[in-house]
């Protein structure tokens, strides 16, 4: 069964830390991966897009890794701000085309 | 690249009322593609519309219905209301032929069954 499992579900840090969250997939023949983000109530705004020939996408000071022999994703965030508390969901599309498989998320908040 | 839109934006139905929820996709997009978010989870997926047929569908029950129509905006339609058809309803757009695979995400229908 093609799943994928974000740890933690939670996350608090201070202000100005760098910071890690985490997915992994179960099946490591994905045509892509993409990193969301959500604010409370609101829809999904696209962060990075990776492509499985793609072993990292950046934007600003945000990073996103792709190791698919491991099935393992990783969005990293530097000088994190109150403005990047959210939740942010990893997905993953095995066809072309296809549909979207989301992790639960990671509800990160940023205290000043 | 956003311009999905959705509507309502939230609705409040009772248990075994019909619900018709639309999003107009961004422009140029032929596929359109339907997502329940329970609170706390990741959104799940529901179906998929190009060329206005069916392209794909998850684990949902038949009362859950969609359309696409030639300007390529989209309804998807909920019978017979359950409480835990309670959620968020994503619609997302994407060009077929753009091989990235990235979809585009509106804002999102919250529905409320009581």
């Known amino acids: 069964k093609q799943e994928v499992t974000q740890i933690p579900a939670a996350l608090s840090v201070p202000e100005g830390e760098n910071l890690v969250l985490n997915c992994s997939f179960t099946d490591s023949a994905i045509y892509n991966l993409q990193w969301f983000r959500q604010d409370p109530g609101k829809g999904l705004t696209s962060l990075l897009l990776?492509?499985?020939?793609?072993r990292e996408q950046t934007s600003g000071r945000l990073n996103a890794s792709l190791d698919k022999s491991s099935g393992r994703s990783t969005l990293y965030i530097a000088a994190s701000q109150p403005g990047d508390s959210a939740t942010y969901l990893c997905a993953v599309m095995y066809n072309q085309g296809g549909k979207l498989i989301f992790g639960q998320g990671t509800e990160l908040s940023v205290k000043p | 690249e956003t311009g999905v839109t959705q509507s309502p934006t939230h609705l409040i139905k009772t248990r075994g009322q019909q619900v018709t929820l639309r999003c107009s996709s961004q422009s140029g997009h032929n596929t359109v593609s339907w997502y329940q978010q329970a609170l706390g989870q990741g959104p799940q997926f529901i179906f998929q519309?190009?060329?206005?047929?069916?392209?794909g569908r998850g684990n949902f029950p038949p009362r859950f219905s969609g359309l696409q129509f030639p300007n390529y905006s989209s309804e998807l339609n909920v019978n017979a209301l359950e409480l835990d058809d309670s959620a968020l309803y994503l619609c997302?757009?994407?060009?077929?032929?753009?091989?990235?695979?990235?979809?585009?995400f509106g804002e999102g229908s919250r529905l409320t069954v009581l």
């Open positions: 519309y190009y060329r206005e047929e069916e392209n």
């Open positions: 997302a757009s994407s060009l077929a032929q753009r091989n990235t695979g990235e979809l585009f």
């Open positions: 990776i492509q499985s020939s793609q």
